[in-house]
T-cell receptor, first 114, second 117 residues
Framework: GNSVTQMEGPVTLSEEAFLTINCTYTATGYPSLFWYVQYPGEGLQLLLKATKADDKGSNKGFEATYRKETTSFHLEKGSVQVSDSAVYFCALKRLYNQGGKLIFGQGTELSVKP | GAGVSQSPSNKVTEKGKDVELRCDPISGHTALYWYRQSLGQGLEFLIYFQGNSAPDKSGLPSDRFSAERTGGSVSTLTIQRTQQEDSAVYLC???????????????FGEGSRLTVL
């Protein structure tokens, strides 16, 4: 079946450190891949996306590259800020999924200390 | 409204009682989704509505769970005879055909936290 696996949290970093949150997926065909972020007390919001192999999604200094050969979509940021503290969710949408349903990973909590 | 609105934001109930959770999607969004967020379990898909019909209800965990949508807008998720394992945050999301085609983005509410004692 289709599934998403993320590295377990919580991840604790100092400000300006480099961030990687690993995400791998299992899916039939070539899904679209997403990262959503949930800031404290808020709803999930789309951070970035990629729709085909070798695409790179980017937003707010975050990047993720769709790697078909390793079925991965790891999230990276070169220098994290305290305001990046949140829970990050990796997700996939199957190709030709007319309903738009997303399949999410379990989420990774990030805490950035000053 | 400006965003997806869910109520109540917090609900504490006793085991065996019925609960209703409400979702008011973004105006004009035809697609509506319910997810459940449990500690350490990520987001679990429950049901998807297109208009008032539910073409995918594959994630409802048991027949104690049901959902309806009226007027292509507000949706209600009902849990009958609640159990302690039903304790979770229930999230609602909506989207438009245009958003789904262009970005695939879902727009989420802040959720309803359910605690079953």
């Amino acid at each position: 079946g289709n599934s998403v696996t993320q590295m377990e949290g919580p991840v604790t970093l100092s400000e300006e450190a480099f961030l990687t949150i690993n995400c791998t997926y299992t899916a039939t065909g070539y899904p679209s891949l997403f990262w959503y972020v949930q800031y404290p007390g808020e709803g999930l919001q789309l951070l970035l996306k990629a729709t085909k192999a070798d695409d790179k999604g980017s937003n707010k200094g975050f990047e993720a590259t769709y790697r078909k050969e390793t079925t991965s979509f790891h999230l990276e940021k070169g220098s994290v800020q305290v305001s990046d503290s949140a829970v990050y969710f990796c997700a996939l949408k199957r190709l030709y999924n007319q309903g738009g349903k997303l399949i999410f990973g379990q989420g990774t909590e990030l805490s950035v200390k000053p | 409204g400006a965003g997806v609105s869910q109520s109540p934001s917090n609900k504490v109930t006793e085991k065996g009682k019925d609960v209703e959770l409400r979702c008011d999607p973004i105006s004009g969004h035809t697609a509506l989704y319910w997810y459940r967020q449990s500690l350490g379990q990520g987001l679990e898909f429950l049901i998807y509505f297109q208009g008032n019909s539910a073409p995918d209800k594959s994630g409802l965990p048991s027949d104690r769970f049901s959902a309806e949508r009226t007027g292509g807008s507000v949706s209600t998720l009902t849990i009958q005879r609640t159990q302690q394992e039903d304790s979770a945050v229930y999230l609602c999301a909506s989207s438009s055909s245009l958003s789904l085609s262009n970005t695939g983005e879902l727009f989420f509410g802040e959720g309803s936290r359910l605690t079953v004692l």
